[in-house]
C-alpha cells in the first residue's frame, strides 16, 4: 500500500483544497473510526506545520478548514525565496534544479523532493565553496589558506577561472603566478581548503585579473582522466585487456575516456577483449583502472603499466 504522504502529495498538489480527514479515508479506501483518524491527522499536522511556507489554509487559519500545497506538488516544502525562483524557471529549468545533487550546492542539503540525482557527498568538506567561489571565477583574484598535503597550511593567491566535480570531489583551477611573472595552472580541493567565516576567502581588488584563453579548459581536460595533467605529461595509447565479459560490456556502455576504442570485441572462448585510449596517464586513471579488479589489466612494458604492476603487488602484499 501506498504511504499515507504518497496520497497526502497527491490530494494536496491539486486545485482544490482537501482536508486531513480526506486524506486518510482515501488512503484506507472507507470511513476510519474517530480515534484512529484523529492519531493520523495528528501525523499529518506535525509534518505539516513544520513546512507551513508551502501550503496555504482554505479559512486562512488552520488546516481544519482543509488546505493545498502553494504553487504546486514540485514546490513543497521550499523556501519563499526558492519558490521565486523555481517560479521563473521552464520545465528544465525547474526539474534541474530539483536535483538531490545540485540542490546540496546551493543549500547543503538534499531536497526532499527531486526528479534527478547526481552523487554528492552530503558530509563533503567545504561543499558550500562551491556557491561562494562560482561567483569570483574569470572575475576577482582571491587568496585563501591551503593546506598542503595534510600538516603543512599556505597561503594561496590565484585567478580563479574553473570549478569542476571528480569522484564526488570540487577541485578549483586557475592561474598562480610565479616568482617569474608567468602564469600556472594549479588545482586546489575544496575540501582542504581553510574555510570558517566569508572573510577566509579574501578578495584581492587592487590586483589585476589574468584570464584564461577562450575555452581552454576543454583543451586542458581533454587528454586526462580526472583532473590531474602533467606539466611533461605526453598523450599515450594505453591498451586494456577485459578478462571478463561483464567488465568488458561495462566498459563499452561507461567509457574510459572519450578516446576509448572497442579493438576487439570479447571472445567468449578465449574470455578475453580489448580497448585503448588515448591520454596522458595520471593517478586517476591508475585508480579508475584498479577499481575493475581482476576483470582487466593493461598490456604493455612502457612506465604507466609498471605502476599498475607495482600498486597490484602493493596490493597483494597486504592480503
Same mark, same amino acid.
Given at each position: 500500500?501506498?504511504?499515507?504522504?504518497?496520497?497526502?502529495?497527491?490530494m494536496?498538489?491539486?486545485?482544490?483544497f482537501?482536508?486531513l480527514?480526506?486524506?486518510?479515508?482515501?488512503y484506507y479506501?472507507?470511513k476510519?473510526?474517530q480515534?484512529y483518524?484523529k492519531?493520523e /491527522?495528528?501525523r499529518?499536522k506535525t509534518?505539516?506545520?513544520?513546512?507551513?511556507?508551502a501550503i496555504?489554509?482554505?479559512?486562512g487559519?488552520?488546516?481544519?478548514?482543509?488546505f493545498?500545497?502553494k504553487?504546486g506538488?514540485?514546490y513543497?516544502?521550499?523556501?519563499?525565496q526558492?519558490?521565486?525562483?523555481?517560479?521563473?524557471?521552464?520545465d528544465?529549468?525547474?526539474?534541474?534544479?530539483l536535483?538531490?545533487?545540485?540542490?546540496?550546492l546551493f543549500?547543503?542539503? /538534499?531536497?526532499?523532493?527531486h526528479?534527478?540525482?547526481?552523487?554528492?557527498?552530503?558530509?563533503?568538506?567545504?561543499?558550500?565553496?562551491?556557491?561562494?567561489?562560482?561567483k569570483?571565477?574569470?572575475?576577482?583574484?582571491i587568496?585563501f589558506?591551503?593546506?598542503q598535503?595534510f600538516?603543512h597550511?599556505?597561503e594561496i593567491?590565484m585567478?580563479?577561472h574553473y570549478?569542476?566535480?571528480?569522484?564526488?570531489r570540487w =577541485?578549483?583551477f586557475?592561474?598562480?603566478?610565479?616568482?617569474s611573472?608567468?602564469?600556472k595552472?594549479v588545482n =586546489?580541493?575544496?575540501d582542504?581548503?581553510?574555510y570558517?567565516k566569508?572573510?577566509?576567502?579574501?578578495i584581492?581588488r587592487?590586483?589585476? =585579473?589574468?584570464?584564461?584563453p577562450?575555452?581552454?579548459?576543454?583543451?586542458?581536460?581533454k587528454?586526462i582522466?580526472?583532473? #590531474?595533467?602533467?606539466?611533461?605529461?605526453?598523450?599515450e /595509447?594505453? #591498451?586494456?585487456r577485459?578478462?571478463?565479459?561483464?567488465?568488458?560490456h561495462?566498459?563499452?556502455?561507461?567509457?574510459?575516456?572519450?578516446?576509448?576504442?572497442?579493438?576487439i570485441?570479447f571472445?567468449?572462448?578465449?574470455?578475453?577483449?580489448e580497448?585503448t585510449?588515448?591520454v596522458i596517464?595520471?593517478i586517476?586513471?591508475?585508480?579508475?583502472?584498479?577499481?575493475?579488479?581482476?576483470?582487466?589489466?593493461v598490456?604493455g612494458?612502457g612506465k604507466?603499466?609498471?605502476?599498475?604492476?607495482d600498486?597490484?603487488s602493493h596490493?597483494?602484499?597486504?592480503y
Amino acid at each position: 500500500m501506498r504511504d499515507l504522504y504518497e496520497v497526502m502529495d497527491e490530494m494536496a498538489s491539486g486545485k482544490n483544497f482537501t482536508t486531513l480527514e480526506e486524506i486518510v479515508e482515501k488512503y484506507y479506501g472507507h470511513k476510519v473510526e474517530q480515534s484512529y483518524l484523529k492519531s493520523e /491527522t495528528n501525523r499529518m499536522k506535525t509534518w505539516l506545520n513544520r513546512h507551513k511556507e508551502a501550503i496555504e489554509y482554505n479559512n486562512g487559519k488552520s488546516l481544519d478548514g482543509g488546505f493545498r500545497y502553494k504553487i504546486g506538488y514540485e514546490y513543497q516544502y521550499r523556501s519563499e525565496q526558492e519558490s521565486k525562483l523555481l517560479a521563473k524557471l521552464d520545465d528544465d529549468g525547474r526539474n534541474a534544479f530539483l536535483s538531490g545533487g545540485l540542490q546540496m550546492l546551493f543549500d547543503g542539503k /538534499t531536497s526532499f523532493c527531486h526528479l534527478i540525482d547526481l552523487e554528492c557527498v552530503s558530509g563533503l568538506e567545504n561543499l558550500c565553496l562551491v556557491k561562494v567561489l562560482a561567483k569570483y571565477l574569470g572575475k576577482r583574484v582571491i587568496s585563501f589558506k591551503y593546506m598542503q598535503g595534510f600538516d603543512h597550511l599556505m597561503e594561496i593567491t590565484m585567478h580563479p577561472h574553473y570549478l569542476k566535480e571528480y569522484n564526488s570531489r570540487w =577541485f578549483l583551477f586557475g592561474y598562480v603566478i610565479e616568482g617569474s611573472g608567468y602564469p600556472k595552472v594549479v588545482n =586546489f580541493a575544496l575540501d582542504r581548503i581553510e574555510y570558517r567565516k566569508p572573510e577566509d576567502i579574501k578578495i584581492l581588488r587592487q590586483e589585476t =585579473f589574468v584570464r584564461a584563453p577562450r575555452n581552454f579548459y576543454d583543451g586542458y581536460f581533454k587528454d586526462i582522466v580526472g583532473v #590531474t595533467r602533467k606539466e611533461d605529461g605526453v598523450v599515450e /595509447t594505453i #591498451t586494456i585487456r577485459t578478462t571478463d565479459f561483464k567488465v568488458h560490456h561495462l566498459l563499452r556502455t561507461k567509457p574510459i575516456h572519450a578516446s576509448q576504442q572497442e579493438t576487439i570485441p570479447f571472445d567468449m572462448e578465449k574470455g578475453e577483449g580489448e580497448f585503448t585510449i588515448q591520454v596522458i596517464p595520471n593517478i586517476e586513471l591508475q585508480t579508475r583502472l584498479l577499481s575493475y579488479g581482476s576483470g582487466l589489466y593493461v598490456v604493455g612494458e612502457g612506465k604507466f603499466q609498471q605502476q599498475m604492476r607495482d600498486a597490484v603487488s602493493h596490493m597483494n602484499n597486504h592480503y
